[in-house]
């Protein structure tokens, strides 16, 4: 019975390890199929947005319990429709990711969400809830050990309160942040940040066209130009060629501006950016206006007001959601001030009812010691 009883031990033991030893590679396996999924749809952010969508579904479907790629996997999502400038639907995936955070070890997985969510927000004009998420995910960084590992995340905070600045107060305060993240950016000597740092260049570039400096802003479009295509984003060179043309209009210099705007169309063709497009049909019509070309002008106007039109409508859907989205955070603060309230009532009005009986029972035991004296004192007399 005992040999057995030790065949079957040892048979167990044999196929859990068996078990552990083939289940190693198979983890592996499953491990670098889903970083791939995760590389490829970074790559493709802002040339095919559709196919980031796609592969961060998969990436839902294919991370079974692993909670750390089921959020890279609605984050994906998030930044796919972002990408399709469809911020709704961007902030609906982030905020599924941010409900498994709770779920994660990875501070850094934390820290980028957070980040995402306050990016959201600002892009939906909601810039208290975005502050405040970017403040969460700012707090978590200056906790975490080694600062090398969190400048990708700060430096993309620094660039989304630049915009934030610069749309609720001035240029002068958003071109500190801008510049605070890209230096952060640069530190990582990696081409990953170059999106951001052409994001935060045009930014500028903006800026400085609103200053009235031409030869800064000419200098930041360029330089936003050279970063985006080093990753070979096309909406984003687009977008710097955008710039570049207006400082020619400016300069009075319409056939390049002309010339410059057409390679930002060639560029366009492939992204379905409403925006982009928008300001690029507006600026040939401007162009060809001042050249007195009429045709052209006619072309381009009517594009610029199709597209305006349809922008219009796709705003006043997230207008109308990003209201709801408030109402619905006022509610809940509403309800959580209630809650306080009720709460602090409720212990106010146990700790009247402590405080009361425990002076009946002073009372009670001052009046029975009082009592006792005078038994004592009646004892004292008789005697």
Excluded at 28 to 41: E, F, N, Y
Excluded at 85 to 92: A, C, H, N, T
Excluded at 93 to 122: E, F, P, R
Excluded at 326 to 355: P, Q
């Amino acid at each position: 019975m005992t040999f057995r009883m030790l065949n079957s031990v040892s048979l167990t033991l044999i196929t859990v390890v068996f078990i552990l030893i083939t289940a190693r590679p198979s983890y592996a396996q499953d491990k670098k199929r889903l970083d791939s999924i995760v590389k490829s749809a970074s790559n493709q952010m802002y040339n095919n947005p559709d196919n980031v969508i796609k592969l961060g579904s998969i990436l839902l479907k294919e991370a079974g319990k692993n909670y750390d790629y089921k959020i890279m996997g609605f984050k994906l999502i998030s930044d796919g429709y972002s990408a399709k400038r469809d911020y709704e639907k961007s902030l609906e995936y982030v905020m599924k990711a941010n409900q498994l955070l709770s779920y994660s070890n990875d501070q850094l997985l934390k820290i980028s969400t957070l980040n995402k969510v306050g990016i959201q927000y600002h892009q939906l004009k909601i810039y208290d809830k975005a502050i405040e998420y970017l403040d969460q995910s700012e707090h978590l960084m200056m906790e975490y050990p080694i600062p090398d590992s969190i400048r990708t995340y700060l430096g993309r905070n620094y660039i989304v309160r630049g915009f934030i600045y610069k749309e609720k107060f001035n240029c002068e305060i958003a071109l500190d942040f801008f510049d605070r993240g890209i230096i952060e950016l640069q530190k990582t000597h990696t081409k990953i940040v170059n999106s951001a740092i052409s994001i935060a260049k045009y930014n500028k570039g903006n800026c400085y066209i609103l200053l009235l400096n031409n030869k800064l802003a000419k200098q930041n479009f360029e330089e936003a130009n050279r970063y985006a295509k080093e990753i070979n984003a096309l909406s984003l060179q687009a977008f710097a060629l955008k710039g570049l043309a207006q400082v020619y209009t400016l300069e009075g210099d319409y056939q390049l501006a002309i010339q410059t705007l057409n390679n930002a169309i060639l560029l366009s063709s492939s992204v379905d950016d409403l925006i982009l497009n928008q300001e690029i049909y507006k600026g040939l019509s401007e162009n060809y206006l001042a050249i007195n070309d009429w045709e052209e002008f006619k072309k381009y106007q009517n594009n610029f007001l199709i597209t305006q039109k349809l922008i219009k409508e796709r705003e006043r859907k997230s207008v109308s959601d990003s209201l709801n989205l408030k109402d619905e955070s006022l509610k809940l603060e509403l309800k959580n001030e209630i809650s306080n309230y009720y709460y602090k009532f409720i212990g106010t009005f146990f700790a009247i009812i402590f405080l009361v009986i425990t002076f009946i029972f002073f009372i009670r035991n001052i009046v029975k010691k009082i009592r006792q004296l005078r038994t004592e004192i009646q004892l004292l007399q008789n005697e």
